[in-house]
């Protein structure tokens, strides 16, 4: 494999993400926006991968209230 195909491969896997664009993106979640910004408010980052907002998302669902 190339060094410039490497490169794309990294930067695809590092996408990162606003807070708008996750709360959009909600219904990839398989959530409503509002279990998004409520998951993201307990997180301290403006950008992050899906898979963080993933794993947030996650643990603001299975939360004890």
Not at 10 to 28: D, M, Q
């Amino acid at each position: 494999m190339s060094k410039k195909q490497q490169t794309k491969i990294e930067t695809k896997s590092r996408t990162v993400y606003s807070r708008s664009e996750l709360i959009a993106a909600a219904s990839s979640f398989g959530v409503k926006p509002e279990a998004v910004a409520g998951a993201l408010k307990m997180v301290d980052k403006d950008c992050m991968t899906k898979a963080e907002a993933k794993d947030a998302i996650k643990k603001f669902l299975e939360r004890k209230v």
